[in-house]
Each structure stands twice: as C-alpha cells, then as structure tokens.
C-alpha cells in the first residue's frame, strides 16, 4: 500500500512544554485513519501539524520529519500555502465564511486557479454534489452560508475544501458539534470521499473509529500507543492501554 | 445568634438594593431634565428660516443656523475620513499581531493616554501645530483636531470587535491555503463589519458635540462654510457658545438653545439611529 503522509520522529512544543514525543505514523493513501485517544493526548496537535497551522502561533514548533509523498513538509522552503491547498481541514465547528453559499465554495477556487464564470461555477457544484450538499442549496445558492443548519454548514466546509482538490483531508472532530442525523450524514459522505482523498480524522467517538476508519492511532500523553488496522486495534489490541481506552475503562 | 446575622445581612442587602436604585434614578432623571429643558427652551427658536438662513451678527433679524450645521457637518465628516483609516490599521494590528506584544502594548499605552487627554489641550495642540503656522484659522484644523480625538475610540471598537471574530475562522482561512493579509481583510474584518461601522458611527456622535478643540482651531464664521480650508468654519458647538455666554440678545440667547436642541437631536438619532440598525443579529448555529 502506497503510504500518503508519514510522521517520522515528530516531536512537538508549545514553549518549553513537549506535547508530542518521537511520533511514527504511516498514513495509506485513499484511506481513513482514525485518530483517537483522551482529551489533552496531542490528537489534534499531531493534525495541525500536518497543514502547518501551527505557525499562526509564535511560540509553536514542530521538529522531526512529516513526509508528503515522500517530501518533508515541515522544512522552511516548502510553501505553506501550496501545502494547505493539499491538505484540507475540517474543524470541530463549522466554519463558513461571512458570505453567500456559493462564495464559501468558490473562495478557495479564485484563491487558487484562474477559472472563468463558467468553470467556477461548475467546480463549485462538483464540490457541493461531493459534500452530499447540492440538492439542499441549489436553490439558496445566493444566502448567507450562516444561515444553513449545522450539519449543512460542515459539509458546505467540507465542499470549500474538496473544492481546492486537496489530496489530503485533516478532519479535527467534525461531527462533535452536530445531531445523530447530521452525524450520519458525515460518515457517510466520508466514506464516499475516501475514493478521491486521503482522510485523517480526530474522533472521540469510538464507534465511529470503528465504523469508518480503515486505519486506526491511538495517542496517549504525545505518544502514538499503537496503530494499525481498525479491525486489529479494536479486537485484538497489542497494548494494554490501548485496550483499556477502547473499552471505555479510562479517557 | 444565626437568625440576628440573617436580619444583618438582609438589612445590608436592601441598604445596597436601595442606593443601587437611587444612583439609577438619579443618572435617569439628570438625562431626562437635560433633554427636557433643551426641548422647552429650545423649540421656541425653531421655525423654517432658522434652519434656512445662515447665522448673522449680533442683534440682526432672521437669523438661522444653516451655515453652522453644514460647517460641522464638513467638520466631522473631515475628522471622520482623517482618522478612519489609520484607527482601524491600528485596531487590526492590535487584534492581529497579539503574538507581538511589545508593539501591541506600545500601541495600547498611548492610546489610552490619548483617550484620557482633555480636549482643550488636543485644541491647543493644533492650535500651535497648524493654526499658528498657517496663519489662520480653519475648518480643516477642526478636522484634524477631532480626528486626533476619534482615533483611539475608533481603534479600540475596532480591536474589541475583531476580537469577538471566533479564531477558528481564522485558521479555516488560512487552512485553505490563504495569506494572513488576505484572511484579515476578507474574512475577519468582514466578519465584523457591522460592528466596525458601528463604531465609526458612535465615534462620530461622540466628537460632533465638542468644542473646545474648535475654538481654537475652526473658530466660528458668520458666513456659509466655504473657508474649510483657508479660514474660519461656522460649527454648531462654538456657535451655541457664543449665542449663549457672549451675547447680550435674549433672542440670540434662544437661538443658542435651539441649536443646542438640533445638535441633541441629531447626535441622539445618529447613536440610537446606529445601535437599532447595526444590532447584531443572531443566526441560528
């Protein structure tokens, strides 16, 4: 299996403070890895990393290697907003920008290719027929993406992202916000858009792990515990805190 | 020994419970009376020529306040465009660049120093900075003067209202492969963009009723404001100063109160005016 993104003796810090220690984690391309493990571990610490997000906060730094089809991202001269049209994110809560529905859509488009009316406007309907969003907006295309329901909003997120064609999409808790339903309707779509885009995604949702994801990490106090496939983790766990976290006994 | 400390407790309670109100009642009724008696006293002036004829001399028939409303209006429209601009670059790099404190802070100290300086020394200030240079007095000046007064206010709501932009709006910008420059000009600040006009708007009520910064500075004219740039600009505040403390005229004395009584209006809707229609409304999440 071709390998997409690879952490190579990644350690991270807020200051002084370490929060990742000497993380090693093979991510398979067209594949979800779930990442999982108790509040505070470095899930979404180890996601920020991988788009480089970090860097908006001075005093954050990574070191070690995170490889992108074998190209370490964290060096100095690979530029950042190329990496971040790659890799997409989706966050905890939606986050549609202050304006109409096709705006949200088209932004990173205009940010990122030259299109003419006609192009963009296709791009922006593939993007929203692959976030399973089209046939609720086709019609308010033009309304604020604030007004949509929760749910909508996060795939409207989604769309914005898919739209740039990133290959990589970083997920940080995407349905922690949001109803069964809307839940739902994200995993779905997720495992839709594993065919097209490799997916990590931050859950603390167990059932959830092991109902979509192919690949599973569990993080522990900044270090990766464990990882493998989802089924292996979840029925025959190499490590003891490993199965102590997925039963629910602790976290 | 318990039920005596409850009765003293209680006792304390509606003691505080009863200043509380009085202070209210007391703020509410200085309010009311001021408004009320600017309404009275000023109302009597009102008719259709003096809102049409421009100010005239001491003891003249027919006289109006036209020239003086459309000179404040040059005037703080002019301190508005001046101090616009730089005050929300300001309240953008305080609210932008938090993870620079030294320059942050800079910013921060001497706009507070700014705020709590008396307008009478930032009139004089501009007074020796401009006026006496120039050799005249002058509508622009004015500007200037209340410009310098405006600034902190308008940089400070700016800062306060792009902080209330949520910061994951932020990185969901900048995670889709987008500058800082351009998330703070097309995403944050557009985000809170009610809330910047809003006190822009606020700003400009607040200066349009001061005076001591344009005595020194755009004086006063009884001719229409067509000097803004080269001599003494007409205004509403020095124009209520002179009628009514220079003046020996019961009839200029009047006039005073009623263009106090336009200046009240008007500043009361422009800050009522704004507040109704840039409240901010909720959308459902």
């Known amino acids: 299996m071709p390998l997409k993104l690879e952490a190579k003796n990644l350690n991270f810090f807020y200051g002084n403070e370490q929060v990742l220690f000497n993380n090693n984690l093979p991510v398979e391309e067209k594949k979800i890895t779930a990442v999982i493990g108790p509040s505070g571990c470095g899930k979404s610490t180890f996601l920020r990393v991988c788009n480089r997000i970090f860097e908006l906060y001075r005093n954050q730094r990574a070191e070690g290697e995170l490889l992108l089809d074998g190209v370490n991202v964290l060096l100095p001269e690979v530029d950042v907003l190329e990496l971040r049209r790659n890799v997409g994110m989706i966050f905890q809560k939606p986050t549609p920008f202050p304006m109409s529905v096709f705006d949200n859509v088209a932004y990173p488009l205009k940010l990122h290719f030259k299109l003419s009316r006609r192009e963009t406007f296709d791009r922006v309907e593939q993007a929203l027929r692959g976030a399973s969003l089209w046939d609720e907006v086709k019609d308010k295309l033009k309304t604020s993406g604030l007004a949509l329901s929760g749910g909508q909003q996060q795939r409207l997120c989604i769309a914005r992202a898919i739209a740039a064609e990133p290959e990589v999409l970083l997920m940080d808790e995407p349905t922690s916000a949001l109803d069964p339903l809307a839940t739902s309707k994200i995993e779905e779509l997720m495992v839709e858009l594993k065919k097209r885009f490799t997916i990590m995604v931050v859950t603390h949702n167990m059932q959830q792990a092991a109902r979509i994801s192919d690949a599973t990490a569990f993080f522990y106090k900044g270090v990766i515990v464990e990882h493998g496939t989802t089924t292996k983790i979840f029925t025959n766990p190499a490590n003891r805190k490993t199965e102590e976290y997925i039963t629910g006994r602790f976290g | ?285």
Request: aromatic share 8%; glycine share 6%; net charge positive.
């Open chain 2, 1 to 285: 020994m318990q039920k005596k400390k409850l009765f003293w407790r209680k006792l304390a309670n509606h003691i505080f419970r009863f200043f509380s109100l009085l202070a209210v009642l007391l703020a509410t009724t200085a309010m009311l009376v001021i408004v009320t008696h600017v309404i009275r006293a000023g109302s009597k002036a009102l008719s259709l020529n003096f809102f049409l004829n421009p100010s005239k001399p001491y003891g003249m028939p027919d006289s109006g306040i036209a020239n003086a409303l459309l000179g404040s209006i040059m005037i703080t429209l002019g301190a508005a465009l001046l101090a616009t601009p730089p005050a929300i670059c300001a309240g953008i790099c305080l609210s932008e660049f938090r993870d620079r404190p030294k320059i942050t802070a800079a910013l921060r100290f001497s706009a507070n120093v700014m705020m709590g300086m008396p307008s009478v020394l930032v009139g004089l200030f501009v007074y020796t900075l401009i006026v006496v240079p120039s050799g005249h007095f002058s509508g622009l000046a004015g500007s200037v003067a209340l410009a310098i007064i405006m600034f902190p206010v308008v940089m400070r709501t700016t800062e306060d209202m792009l902080d209330m932009v949520p910061y994951a709006l932020r990185e969901a910008s900048l995670a889709i492969g987008m500058t800082r420059t351009h998330t703070t000009l097309r995403i944050v600040c557009r985000s809170a963009r009610k809330g910047l006009i809003t006190g822009i708007l606020l700003a400009l009520a607040r200066v349009s009723g001061e005076t001591a910064p344009l005595l020194f500075t755009a004086l006063f004219a009884d001719s229409w404001p067509k000097d803004y740039f080269s001599g003494p600009t007409p205004n509403m505040p020095v124009l209520i100063t002179e009628y009514s403390t220079n003046s020996p005229f019961a009839a200029m004395h009047q006039a005073g109160w009623g263009a106090a009584l336009v200046i009240t209006v008007l500043v009361l809707t422009l800050n009522i005016g704004t507040r109704i229609m840039f409240r901010e409304k909720r959308h459902a999440t």
